[in-house]
């Protein structure tokens, strides 16, 4: 069965530090990847998504960037975190197969920039 | 551009139907899907529509019009536990295969 890891589950940076949110993905081979962030009682924003190694979308300009390093692993970077980044990021997978596209969704992390 | 748009909260009473609307613009329609997501955890997956019509699972039904770009997540014989945000996502194959979601519809039970 596939499951998606998200590390670290909550974490607490000052304004200006750099910021570094894994998501891996197990049991499925070339998934499609997506970072959401999620402000508190929002919907989801889609910030990037990712169709295979090296290939990266960007959907909203900021200072976040993502990488796909691996087939099954996805990386959402900052170099200087800003206020505004505080929120509930999600990474999600779907077959990059099948016309069905349900996405599953990691466990999440909580960004507080202080 | 793509846009959805879903009522910001609603309340609905135990053992009742409460129906969430959904409407939406986009190019390259590919899908749509409801997920549920309860406050503080990750959206889990509850329907998808691609053609016209109703789709039944259990206690959760949900219509698609693709001609209106609307469609509805009806939930029966409401629960307490089914107190959570419904978000309403569409799939567009424009511009590469992505899913919007929409701000999502707070859904409130009560006794």
């Known amino acids: 069965s596939q499951t998606i890891h998200q590390w670290p589950a909550t974490l607490v940076q000052p304004v200006g530090s750099p910021l570094s949110l894994e998501c891996t993905v197990e049991?499925?081979?070339?998934?499609?990847l997506y970072w959401y962030r999620q402000a508190a009682g929002r919907g989801l924003q889609l910030l990037f998504y990712s169709v295979g190694i090296g290939q990266i979308s960007s959907e909203v300009p900021q200072n976040l960037s993502a990488s796909r390093p691996q087939d099954r692993q996805f990386i959402l970077s900052s170099k200087k975190l800003l206020l505004s980044d505080s929120g509930f990021y999600l990474c999600a997978w779907e077959s990059g197969k099948s016309s069905y596209n349900e996405q599953f969704f990691g466990p999440g992390t909580r960004l507080t920039v202080l | 551009g793509q846009n959805i748009d879903q009522p910001t909260e609603m309340t609905a009473t135990e053992g009742a139907i409460v129906q969430i609307n959904c409407t939406y613009q986009?190019?390259?329609?590919?899908?749509l899907f409801w997920y549920q997501q309860h406050a503080g955890e990750a959206p889990t997956f509850l329907s998808y529509n691609v053609l016209d019509g109703l789709e039944e699972k259990g206690r959760f039904s949900s219509f698609l019009s693709r001609s209106k770009g609307y469609s509805y997540l009806l939930l029966k014989e409401l629960q307490m536990k089914d107190s959570a945000s419904y978000l309403c996502a569409v799939r567009s194959n424009t511009g590469g295969f992505k899913t919007i979601f929409g701000a999502g519809t707070r859904l409130f039970v009560k006794a």
């Open positions: 986009t190019s390259g329609f590919n899908g």
């Open positions: 049991g499925t081979s070339n998934p499609n």
